[in-house]
C-alpha cells in the first residue's frame, strides 16, 4: 500500500508564502494526475491545482497566478508553492494520485494551512 506524506503546512500571515511537499513512500506506477484538494472548516473538498502525467497544469480560478504546482518524479515527491496567501486559504490540504490502475486514488493524510494575522 503507498502512503503519502503531506508536509509544509503551518500559520502564515496574509501576504506569507507557503510550499507543501506530499512525498509517497514507492514509486507509482499508472499515474494519470496528481493534485492538491483543500477543505475548509464547514466546506466541501475542492480542486485547488492538478498536474497530469505529461506535465499540464491545471489551477482553480482563486489560486491561479499564487500557487505553483510541481513534482520531482525521482524523489515521489509533489508540491504547492503558495505565494500572497490570503485569509480564504486556510484549510486542510490534500495531496492526491490518480491512477489508471487499481486502486486509482490514494490520497495523503492532510496538512494544516492557516493564514492569520
Known amino acids: 500500500q503507498v502512503q503519502l506524506v503531506e508536509s509544509g503546512g503551518g500559520l502564515v500571515q496574509p501576504g506569507g508564502s507557503l510550499r507543501l511537499s506530499c512525498e509517497a513512500s514507492r514509486s507509482i506506477s499508472g499515474i494519470v494526475r496528481m493534485g492538491w484538494y483543500r477543505q475548509a472548516p464547514g466546506k466541501q473538498r475542492e480542486l485547488v491545482a492538478t498536474i497530469t502525467s505529461g506535465g499540464i497544469t491545471n489551477y482553480a480560478d482563486s489560486v491561479r497566478g499564487r500557487f505553483t504546482i510541481s513534482r520531482d518524479s525521482a524523489k515521489n515527491t509533489l508540491y504547492l508553492q503558495m505565494n500572497s496567501l490570503k485569509p480564504e486559504d486556510t484549510a486542510v490540504y490534500y495531496c492526491?494520485?490518480?491512477?489508471?490502475?487499481?486502486?486509482?486514488?490514494?490520497w495523503g493524510q492532510g496538512t494544516q494551512v492557516t493564514i492569520s494575522s
Open positions: 492526491n494520485v490518480a491512477r489508471s490502475l487499481l486502486p486509482s486514488n490514494y
